[in-house]
């Protein structure tokens, strides 16, 4: 194989787990900016600052784009839009322990839809349990709309994976992920408008802004959109089940939030069920 062909292959695994870590550090970057700016605010900022980074260094050609590439990557950044500014829409009702573990319903859906083997539906319960001891089910102070918010951003979650392994298929990994966060601007522009969050911004949060965009989205979509290209769509979803676990560890890190030893214990069956997916995917999944 000639050495050139090989020089910038990273593995899917890797992949995923740099975009679930970058995911949560722009989170606990969001905390210094979301007060400001609101929900929609600060989605558009992320998206939009997002969106410029990655053309100014992709520069996507638009004139080459098929029919086919343009409909794939038009509904993947429609719905890269709609999960974010509907996540940061229940971000600003609920926790985001409980946005989080609510929102991975729907990747989770996804994951026992997709099995056809006994062990993958093994992984699959391990990894609800975890869901199950990570969620607030006493129910004290739960906002209903905030909920609702994370279960509908967890439905284009699942489609988001769908939509990115289908876009990745028949379009370029950067010319996917750039060109998808432009619609996803245009999406989420509107609400960023009319909110009125974005008049308050001001040259101290232009660094913060930055860093946002660059671990919320740039960063980790540029990831997923490779790593979607490599494994399937299921495996994505129970690899994703990380997320929770990596939430409550940069929580702890950078915002100071402990965990109780229950949610250690659901931290622990998330890890167990996401290992237990890579160990034994099977080889053939992988074209």
Not at 51 to 70: C, D, E, G, T, Y
Not at 148 to 172: C, K
Not at 181 to 187: D, G, S
Not at 220 to 243: D, G, N, R, V
Request: charged content about 10%; proline content about 5%; glycine content about 10%.
């Amino acid at each position: 194989m000639n050495p050139k062909q090989r020089k910038l292959t990273l593995p899917p695994l890797p992949a995923v787990l740099g975009s679930i870590l970058s995911v949560q550090i722009g989170a606990a970057l969001a905390k210094g900016l979301f007060p400001a700016l609101g929900a929609a605010g600060t989605t558009t900022l992320r998206i939009g600052l997002s969106a410029l980074m990655l053309i100014l260094v992709n520069r996507p050609n638009f004139s080459k784009l098929s029919r086919q590439q343009w409909n794939a990557v038009i509904s993947y950044g429609i719905c890269l839009g709609a999960m974010n500014g509907i996540y940061y829409l229940a971000l600003s009702r609920i926790p985001l322990g409980m946005a989080v573990t609510l929102e991975f319903i729907g990747p989770l859906m996804l994951a026992v839809v997709g099995s056809k083997r006994k062990i993958e539906f093994l992984w699959v319960l391990l990894a609800a349990a975890g869901i199950a001891f990570i969620a607030p089910w006493n129910g004290k102070g739960i906002d209903l709309f905030g909920a609702g918010m994370a279960l509908l951003a967890g439905v284009f979650w699942a489609g988001y994976i769908l939509l990115g392994r289908r876009t990745s298929a028949v379009l370029e990994g950067k010319q996917a992920v750039t060109i998808g966060m432009i619609f996803a601007t245009l999406v989420i522009l509107p609400f960023g408008i009319s909110s009125g969050g974005l008049l308050h911004f001001t040259p101290l949060m232009i660094l913060p802004a930055v860093a946002l965009a660059l671990f919320s989205s740039a960063i980790p979509f540029s990831l997923e959109i490779y790593a979607l290209k490599h494994i399937p769509a299921k495996t994505f979803s129970i690899l994703m089940s990380l997320e929770p676990a990596v939430a409550a560890i940069c929580g702890m890190i950078f915002l100071k939030e402990f965990l109780s030893l229950t949610e250690w214990a659901a931290v622990s069956l998330v890890v167990i069920a996401s290992a237990g997916a890579t160990l034994t995917k099977e080889q053939t999944d992988i074209k």
